[in-house]
């Protein structure tokens, strides 16, 4: 191929075209460079809304290739909380207050189930992006029993806004829904500590309790694809059936057969998926692609995780599943530009040849006010995977 040829073949890739490409573990132009959860190509997004990230989003914009992550909203106005409860679009009540105690703001609701009274607690800073949870609905199976008292009515959903957060992006990238796997809803009704203690000493309830949500999950999930069909789909919450919290086999039992039946109805519908796994993932990676995902990430390095992207790149790309990954946040947000750059370096030495790999930082800033430092250090990242991705 000529120059000239070369040159014009190049100025097609668009980074839509790009990222697909990857996904489908094939080689782009160069490899693809996202940044998270900073999708700059959405007006209202948080990120796009704060004066101390303006120089960075405008920077990620001229040189990344953007996912808006998007998920249609709940089409009722029937809440009185965030969000749905326990999969169901049931009017169940929700009482909520919410409290100022310093920098901290806390809300308190008390759900009214069938079963009786449930209380959660989540609390937020003025100056971090983020929730905590300070007390989850159920703290025993009584209080699962109660949630599950709820009764299911499938959820609604609206997409009128897909076609402004489509506009906005163009070729420039992908639109990417997040779902929770159903071991994950489960689990997430309790604290950490108590739900692995639910799962190991009444694995059969947590059974129920899991079974029981998957079949909202599918039915619900069905209804959203037949609202709309997006480009990719972000299944979460793997993780916590990963080491040292859960042995493999429970892995096995409560993840895969329904992230496996997820991602077979999104394939159906012309989606792609992406599983999220945090964490040591090293027990559970070939259950991970027996799934038939389409892509896995962060990927994180030891001693976060307990796999190098080398070996991660060599078992996924042995199945056609592409890598997303693995550059730690406190990386960026700790670190000189200079180790940045050595840092790309490396995952380009591990992850790039045969292509199927996105160069993508583990997680996102949740500071209000971004720091120099991490503003430089992301822009290191971008300058390093432009030079050192291409193809």
């Known amino acids: ?48 809304q704060q004066p101390s990230y303006r120089g960075l989003m405008d920077y990620l914009r001229a040189h990344t290739d953007c996912i808006t992550n998007w998920n249609p909203r709940p089409a009722t106005d029937r809440y009185t909380c965030e969000e749905r409860f326990l999969c169901s679009d049931y009017p169940v009540e929700i009482e909520s207050r919410t409290e100022t105690d310093g920098q901290f703001q806390r809300t308190t609701r008390i759900c009214h189930t069938p079963g009786g009274e449930l209380r959660s607690v989540s609390q937020t800073a003025m100056d971090v992006y983020t929730t905590w949870q300070v007390e989850h609905w159920c703290k025993n199976t009584a209080d699962v029993d109660k949630a599950l008292s709820v009764p299911y009515e499938p959820a609604r959903y609206d997409a009128s806004d897909l076609p402004r957060v489509q506009a906005e992006l163009g070729e420039q990238g992908l639109v990417m829904a997040s779902v929770g796997d159903p071991a994950y809803l489960a689990a997430e009704l309790m604290s950490f500590q108590e739900y692995m203690m639910w799962a190991f000493e009444e694995t059969d309830h947590f059974a129920r309790t ?17 609202c709309c069909v997006l480009d990719l789909y972000r299944i979460v919450g793997p993780e916590y059936f990963t080491a040292p919290y859960l042995p493999p086999a429970m892995f096995r039992r409560f993840v895969v057969p329904h992230v496996t039946e997820m991602t077979r109805l999104i394939h159906a519908r012309g989606g792609k998926v992406r599983l999220h796994c945090h964490g040591k993932m090293a027990q559970v990676l070939d259950m991970i692609l027996e799934t038939g995902c389409d892509g896995i990430d962060p990927c994180e390095p030891p001693p976060d995780g307990d796999i190098e992207l080398d070996e991660v790149k060599r078992r996924c790309q042995a199945r056609g599943v592409s890598v997303w990954g693995n550059i730690e946040l406190k990386l960026l947000e700790q670190a000189a530009p200079g180790q940045v750059r050595a840092e790309v370096h490396k995952i380009m030495d591990q992850a790039k040849a045969g292509g199927g790999f996105v160069l993508m930082p583990t997680a996102a800033p949740i500071s209000l006010e971004l720091s120099p430092r991490t503003e430089a250090n992301y822009k290191a990242l971008i300058d390093a995977g432009i030079e050192f991705g291409k193809y």
């Open 210 to 226: 899991v079974a029981v949500i998957a079949g909202r999950v599918m039915e619900n999930l069905r209804r959203q694809l037949d």
């Open 1 to 48: 191929m000529s120059a000239l040829s070369s040159a014009a073949a190049g100025s097609l890739w668009t980074s839509r075209r790009r990222l697909l490409a990857a996904l489908a573990g094939g080689v782009p132009d160069r490899v693809p460079i996202n940044t998270y959860e900073l999708a700059g190509r959405n007006s209202l997004d948080w990120y796009n």
